[in-house]
């Protein structure tokens, strides 16, 4: 407001011919402003005036001085100084050189290739940058490096670091190469967030990139239920059991039963996967129950006894009907994995309600 006032003051001064009370004007203002108020102000009345107008370059360098690192201040003002270049660039060269030196980079960067840095800049996605990147190469010769660094201006220092960081990348070791660990976590957040028919599709269509160590850790960084749960379906898919898993995350009235012929199977790997998933559809008691009975198996026959016979107990509480059947289970998987035997006197000891002593 206070530079829109002063420049339309300016304005009715200069029709009745008072041309010095408007500098007078406006260094009183400008003495009594902070720095970043000052460069604002000047950057205001810069942008106010006609491209060509000869004060700009007094201005800006001006506001130049006092914007101390401000990166959009110092992005504004390199608009403004180039707008008011091109209406006669030799003139203003000129001028520039008188007043200040030399013309920075920055004032004479080749437009064309400044605003395809800024299309790179402002793409939405990562596979957009990297797609952009690619069909650009121009943009990783030294000659755009002027152009680079004034795109990234627009955005955070920290953000401007990992564009500069990327472009460095990928004029090294390629586009596609600079890019692939942003694309590979991105995957990955986009298969955890996927419902169970479209990871199947994802896991068709970007198997290899899914099951890269990038995606895993990826997941395991992120360590909530959809992520784990995701993670559980690509170990499955990097032994080439997934699909049924997927199946039954679609249909989990079949669980019980893809459960019961993975443990009573020779190899029963799969199964503490499978009843975490299981247990992360389950809607009733009977559900969790079940894949907790399953996980219990299958942590007895990784030999992790403490483990089995708690999270039995736990499945004992909520469903403590199934206790004979589970007993039965139990003594058909023994045939094939002894293991499971030792979960018999689990079930068989008599119930402790929780809290009470042992």
């Known amino acids: 407001?206070?530079?829109?006032?002063?420049?339309?003051?300016?304005?009715?001064?200069?029709?009745?011919?008072?041309?010095?009370?408007?500098?007078?004007?406006?260094?009183?203002?400008?003495?009594?402003?902070?720095?970043?108020?000052?460069?604002?102000?000047?950057?205001?009345?810069?942008?106010?005036?006609?491209?060509?107008?000869?004060?700009?370059?007094?201005?800006?360098?001006?506001?130049?001085?006092?914007?101390?690192?401000?990166?959009?201040?110092?992005?504004?003002?390199?608009?403004?100084?180039?707008?008011?270049?091109?209406?006669?660039?030799?003139?203003?060269d000129h001028a520039w050189t008188a007043a200040a030196g030399t013309p920075p980079d920055w004032l004479t960067l080749d437009m064309a290739l400044l605003n395809v840095a800024h299309a790179w800049i402002d793409t939405p996605t990562y596979r957009d940058e990297h797609d952009f990147l690619k069909a650009h190469p121009e943009l990783l010769t030294p000659a755009a490096n002027s152009a680079i660094t004034e795109a990234v201006l627009t955005v955070s220092e920290q953000t401007a670091e990992r564009y500069l960081t990327l472009r460095d990348n990928a004029r090294a070791h390629g586009t596609a190469a600079a890019y692939q660990p942003l694309l590979l976590a991105g995957l990955a957040a986009e298969f955890a967030a996927a419902d169970p028919p479209t990871q199947a599709a994802m896991l068709a269509e970007h198997r290899d990139d899914l099951l890269t160590d990038t995606v895993r850790e990826t997941l395991a960084e992120q360590a909530d239920n959809a992520a784990d749960r995701a993670d559980a379906i690509l170990a499955l898919a990097h032994i080439g059991a997934a699909e049924p898993a997927l199946d039954a995350l679609m249909h989990p009235e079949k669980f019980a039963d893809l459960m019961a012929t993975i443990a009573e199977s020779p190899d029963w790997t799969t199964l503490d996967a499978v009843a975490f998933l299981a247990r992360t559809s389950a809607e009733t008691d009977e559900a969790a129950a079940t894949a907790d009975f399953y996980s219990a198996v299958a942590a007895a026959c990784a030999d992790d006894l403490d483990e089995a016979a708690q999270t039995l107990t736990q499945a004992r509480q909520l469903a403590p009907d199934q206790t004979a059947t589970w007993i039965n289970q139990l003594a058909r998987i023994g045939r094939r994995h002894p293991a499971a035997l030792s979960l018999i006197a689990v079930l068989t000891t008599p119930d402790q309600p929780p809290g009470a002593p042992a």
Not at 35 to 46: D, G, K
């Open 1 to 92: 407001n206070l530079a829109s006032t002063l420049n339309n003051l300016g304005n009715r001064y200069s029709e009745v011919g008072r041309h010095a009370d408007i500098e007078t004007l406006w260094r009183t203002v400008l003495a009594e402003a902070t720095p970043s108020n000052a460069a604002l102000l000047l950057l205001a009345r810069t942008a106010a005036a006609d491209p060509g107008t000869p004060q700009a370059i007094g201005w800006v360098t001006t506001a130049l001085r006092h914007a101390d690192g401000d990166r959009p201040m110092l992005a504004s003002l390199h608009d403004q100084a180039r707008r008011h270049r091109n209406a006669d660039p030799d003139r203003f």
